[in-house]
């Protein structure tokens, strides 16, 4: 347990409206609870306008046991309460067998393979179509078009690292 307060955050960043979590450390219960803490408040933090989606990566996680697999159904209904759609990725054949075992379905949980099909997926959710992109420049607000031109700006600036 003593690696747990060594690493206590997973790096994050934003990148087309979806917070990216590749999780690449060990899983202890006490940097679960500050992950699903961190991506909440990063998904809260943003804004009506900010992030949509979370990309969660377990491809690394090697065990998963009930705490860690009710930690992820719980960031996926709580994001969903918040305004975000969370899709886990990298989930290979033993942990897809693990979280069976622990009941957790579909249903609870949306997946994909990859990180692209993932972003694809959440395409609609982070770009309707009744986007600001697709109204004329001339019908477009002042703080849309604010809206649209610092966006660019915090997909590269939004990250949170262990130092934070």
Request: aromatic residues 4%; negative net charge; glycine residues 8%.
């Given at each position: 347990?003593?690696?747990a307060n060594t690493f206590s955050r997973v790096g994050m960043?934003?990148?087309?409206?979806?917070?990216?979590?590749?999780?690449?450390?060990?899983?202890?219960?006490?940097?679960?609870?500050?992950?699903?803490?961190?991506?909440?408040?990063?998904?809260?933090?943003t804004g009506v306008k900010g992030v949509k989606g979370v990309?969660?990566?377990?491809?690394?996680?090697?065990?998963?046991?009930?705490?860690?697999?009710?930690?992820?159904?719980?960031?996926?209904?709580?994001?969903?309460?918040?305004?975000?759609?969370?899709?886990?990725?990298?989930?290979?054949?033993?942990?897809?067998?693990?979280?069976?075992?622990?009941?957790?379905?579909?249903?609870?949980?949306?997946?994909?393979?990859t990180l692209d099909h993932a972003i694809s997926q959440l395409?609609?959710?982070?770009?309707?179509?009744?986007?600001?992109?697709?109204?004329?420049?001339?019908?477009?607000?002042?703080?849309?078009?604010?809206?649209?031109?610092?966006?660019?700006?915090?997909?590269?600036?939004?990250?949170?690292?262990?130092?934070?």
């Amino acid at each position: 347990m003593e690696g747990a307060n060594t690493f206590s955050r997973v790096g994050m960043h934003v990148m087309r409206g979806c917070l990216i979590v590749p999780i690449q450390i060990e899983l202890y219960d006490e940097v679960l609870q500050q992950l699903q803490r961190d991506i909440l408040n990063k998904v809260n933090d943003t804004g009506v306008k900010g992030v949509k989606g979370v990309i969660i990566d377990v491809s690394v996680v090697e065990i998963i046991d009930s705490f860690i697999a009710q930690i992820f159904v719980d960031i996926c209904r709580m994001t969903a309460l918040i305004g975000a759609q969370t899709i886990l990725i990298g989930i290979r054949p033993a942990l897809a067998g693990a979280l069976t075992d622990l009941g957790i379905g579909v249903r609870d949980i949306h997946t994909a393979l990859t990180l692209d099909h993932a972003i694809s997926q959440l395409e609609p959710v982070v770009s309707p179509a009744t986007s600001v992109l697709n109204i004329p420049e001339e019908d477009m607000t002042h703080e849309d078009a604010e809206y649209w031109a610092e966006d660019a700006e915090d997909e590269a600036d939004l990250y949170v690292d262990e130092g934070q």
